[in-house]
């Protein structure tokens, strides 16, 4: 168990819908990275955040969207679903106390969330 | 463009024999992390590895041990003693320096044979 935790485990939804998924990070880590798994692209990373803040942003598209809020747990909200989004999606938190990057710092991935669009 | 590559789409060892992974990476950075990471059948991504690009020594966690040789930029994985339980993708994994995001490779399938 690596301490990160992410809901729903799965989700099964329709083209067109709107749906959120959840991650909250290991205790201490300030950090939240999502990944996208699919089988065409492999592993993309999606977006940073740090503190609450962007940091760096990936290979994601317009119709996604990610937060975190205070208490440090992260959200990413996909809306307009297509066929295509179909895919395992991966959250990691790590420490990075100084905020500038911390390449150092390793990430620990939550159970991932497997989302599949009918 | 950093970029990482797995050669090997799949490998397959003996129980109780070795496997070594292949791992090659392209960047210009000097200041950079490896990993390797295993998913199994239930898709967890598990840490199994790191290794400093600055430390010589090379990273040894019990059965794993990984042979970094930086000036070929190459970073591979052995298995010692397989076990039935190691079978998985295995996904190396590069952390550059002026960069956030993990870059992986495309990962190497790992079948057990009893």
């Known amino acids: 168990d690596s301490g990160v935790t992410q809901t729903p485990k799965h989700l099964i939804t329709a083209t067109g819908q709107r749906v959120t998924l959840r991650c909250s990070p290991r205790?201490?880590?300030?950090?939240v990275y999502w990944y996208q798994q699919s089988l065409d692209q492999g592993l993309q990373f999606l977006i940073h955040y740090y503190n609450g803040e962007e940091r760096a942003k990936g290979n994601i598209l317009e119709r996604f969207s990610a937060q975190q809020f205070p208490d440090l747990h992260s959200e990413l909200n996909l809306s307009s679903l297509e066929l295509g989004d179909s895919a395992l999606y991966f959250c990691?938190?790590?420490?990075?106390?100084?905020?500038?990057?911390?390449?150092?710092?390793?990430?620990?991935f939550g159970p991932g969330t497997r989302l599949t669009v009918l | 463009a950093q970029t990482v590559t797995q050669s090997q789409p799949e490998m397959s060892v003996q129980e109780a024999e070795t496997v070594t992974l292949s791992c090659t990476y392209d960047t210009s950075e000097s200041d950079y992390y490896l990993f390797w990471y295993k998913q199994p059948p239930s898709r967890q991504m598990i840490l199994v590895i790191r290794?400093?690009?600055?430390?010589?020594q090379n990273a040894t966690e019990n059965r794993f041990s990984v042979n970094f040789q930086k000036a070929a930029k190459s970073f591979s994985l052995k298995i010692s003693d397989s076990q039935l339980g190691d079978a998985a993708m295995y996904f190396c994994a590069c952390r550059f320096s002026n960069d956030y995001k993990l870059s992986f490779g495309a990962g190497t399938t790992v079948t057990v044979r009893a």
């Open positions: 290794q400093e690009a600055y430390k010589q």
């Open positions: 205790s201490g880590d300030l950090s």
């Open positions: 990691a938190s790590s420490v990075t106390t100084s905020g500038s990057g911390g390449a150092g710092d390793t990430q620990y």
